[in-house]
């Protein structure tokens, strides 16, 4: 069973820093892009930042400077360094990735649960 599983969330004061991580477990044989979306109550979720295997990153422009993405394939893992953090960053941060699984040899999408993330005086 393949799974993604979302840490560093928290509570942080307007201009603070939060780190966030993804790791992917189980039987993978590769993963493509990964990405993080964000949903805020009352909102629909959004793209934050992507990142492919050959480091192709996009995000949102609101998050630009502010943000950076990065993975480490070997340990199968994503990040999102967030700095000069704002109150609109608050809401649900959700890691997302495009995994190959072992026999049969399948391409599927995969989310993690979530993580809170709280920017708040």
């Known amino acids: 069973q393949i799974q993604l599983v979302e840490s560093g969330g928290g509570l942080v004061q307007p201009g603070g820093s939060l780190k966030l991580s993804c790791t992917a477990s189980?039987?993978?044989?590769?993963?493509?892009?990964m990405g993080w979306y964000r949903q805020s109550a009352g909102r629909q979720r959004e793209l934050v930042a992507t990142?492919?295997?050959?480091?192709?990153?996009n995000s949102t422009d609101s998050v630009k400077g502010r943000f950076t993405i990065s993975r480490d394939d070997a340990k199968r893992t994503m990040t999102l360094q967030m700095n000069n953090l704002k109150s609109e960053d608050t809401g649900v941060y959700y890691c997302?990735?495009?995994?190959?699984?072992?026999?049969?040899?399948?391409?599927?999408?995969?989310w993690g649960q979530g993580t809170q993330v709280t920017i708040s005086s």
């Open positions: 189980g039987n993978i044989f590769s993963i493509g892009t």
């Open positions: 990142i492919t295997r050959g480091w192709d990153v």
């Open positions: 997302n990735a495009n995994i190959l699984r072992r026999g049969p040899y399948l391409s599927a999408v995969y």
